[in-house]
């Protein structure tokens, strides 16, 4: 994001999202704040929080798409909630805390996932060499000795585990030199044989350790993933000794997981959650969905009757505070907030007045026009129509959309959203999918090539747009 200026963010959205403008320069400029903050020293730094944005329109304009397509672009932990699934502490429902607990979860595999990518290379050497001394035990260096952990056996014997036994050294210790080379020969050949994937399918029986599971379950009583109780299995992982489990596999399948064991052992996952924390509480992005739904005030019964508490829920977690996390506790402070609704029924003044002030920028997305769905169609990188043309090339049919007909199928698509319910462009999938559904079911026994021009397009949704009944069918 660095290199990045508002008017490239917007130029980048642009080739995934159609339309849109006042609500791409919008999360643009609260992007680059991000980078201006981080460049600020001193006091000032941590006075400056992020402007939270309220997006209003109706659904599939492409408010969701642009929050994910934002977090992408930045590499920043993202999470998209639903309003609707919380409620007012006191009725049964996920809490409002779940949402950032969820954020750093995020946060947490998307450092994992870098961490291994940075120790790829030297978790596969060290995978390669284990899979020859599957193969050529003979060929093995003597491991140093390693002490014998007292606690560990103590703990075994108690629990019906045992601490492993030492490795014996597979050479003599009298071994000539002529002998030591002989092994290592051995050694480097099969290490090239092993690369080019010479004994792939020859089974081994690989020895893989397991955490013993024991039957205490949870302190407390209550959901590690929420914050509370503690999970005794992770509270003395490190002190019970490792279950050892022989299983039979090919050795492409255990080179997989020696891959994955090493680089585990290359991790510092202690510096993983620290940096999935730090990430979260300085560049993470929390999208809420249906925040309409949540709008109304006290008066109401029944479902209605959590409406306002859920929002009272939501606003410490907006306006900043402390969250507890298996991983830590973080700060919401500097976490940038993106609300969205429809407000077809409510409006953003039925929110609580506190909850209106921490949504200082408010975006209306413009209803989608028979252009912007022809934009839609033809123009992203991921376009519909490019999807369609991918995925039945596998089955060797060539379609060819011509322009007539990707201006028949938007008028199409923008007629049946006004004769019954206005689903904005997801309205393309179903008009699409039901347009090429006898070329679907046909393609791996019909391969050839077909012309999706106009009167192609009347000829196979003509009459479903003309009868509002079998509209609805295509919702």
Do not use: C, W
């Not at 060499?129 to 606690?151: G, H, K, Y």
């Not at 994955?260 to 969905?289: S, Y």
């Not at 949504?359 to 123009?379: H, S, W």
């Amino acid at each position: 994001m660095a290199t990045l200026t508002p008017r490239q963010i917007v130029a980048e959205l642009d080739r995934y999202i159609v339309g849109q403008a006042k609500a791409k320069r919008a999360v643009a400029i609260a992007m680059r704040n991000r980078y201006r903050r981080e460049q600020l020293g001193g006091e000032m730094r941590g006075e400056i929080i992020p402007k939270n944005i309220l997006m209003i329109g109706p659904t599939g304009v492409g408010k969701t798409e642009i929050a994910r397509r934002l977090a992408t672009l930045a590499g920043a932990p993202f999470v998209k909630v639903e309003a609707t699934k919380y409620t007012e502490v006191g009725y049964v429902g996920r809490d409002v805390e779940s949402m950032v607990r969820d954020l750093v979860e995020a946060a947490v595999r998307v450092v994992g996932d870098e961490r291994r990518a940075e120790v790829e290379e030297a978790a596969a050497a060290s995978a390669v060499e284990r899979i020859v001394d599957l193969l050529f035990p003979e060929t093995r260096s003597a491991p140093p000795p390693q002490p014998a952990n007292s606690f560990a056996a103590t703990l075994g014997s108690l629990f019906g585990t045992a601490p492993a036994a030492q490795p014996v050294p597979a050479q003599p210790a009298g071994a000539s030199a002529s002998d030591a080379e002989k092994a290592r020969g051995i050694r480097e050949q099969a290490r090239a044989d092993v690369l080019r994937g010479f004994y792939d399918v020859r089974l081994v029986d690989v020895d893989l350790e397991e955490s013993p599971q024991l039957p205490i379950g949870v302190l407390g009583g209550m959901d590690p993933s929420m914050g509370g109780g503690a999970d005794m299995s992770e509270m003395l992982g490190g002190l019970l000794p490792k279950k050892k489990v022989r299983k039979r596999m090919t050795v492409a399948d255990a080179r997989r997981v020696f891959e994955q064991e090493e680089a585990a052992k290359l991790i510092d996952m202690d510096a993983v959650k620290r940096e999935a924390l730090r990430r979260a509480g300085e560049n993470g992005i929390i999208f809420i969905d249906e925040i309409d739904k949540v709008a109304g005030r006290e008066g109401g019964r029944g479902p209605d009757v959590s409406r306002e508490g859920v929002q009272r829920d939501i606003l410490p977690i907006v306006e900043g505070s402390t969250v507890a996390t298996k991983y830590g506790q973080i700060k919401t402070d500097h976490i940038l907030f993106i609300a969205a609704g429809a407000f077809h029924i409510s409006k953003p003044s039925d929110l609580i007045p506190e909850l209106q002030g921490r949504f200082p920028i408010r975006v209306e997305l413009d209803t989608l026009t028979a252009d912007d769905f022809k934009r839609i169609l033809t123009q992203p990188r991921n376009a519909l129509t490019e999807q369609y043309r991918q995925l039945l090339a596998v089955e060797g049919v060539t379609i060819e959309f011509a322009p007539d007909g990707i201006e028949q199928i938007a008028s199409f698509a923008m007629q049946v959203n006004e004769q019954s319910e206005n689903i904005g462009a997801r309205r393309l999938h179903t008009v699409l999918e039901r347009l090429l559904e006898d070329v679907s079911y046909a393609a791996p026994e019909e391969a050839g090539s077909v012309r999706v021009d106009a009167a192609y397009v009347r000829e196979k949704l003509a009459d479903i747009v003309r009868d509002a009944n079998l509209s609805a069918y295509i919702l």
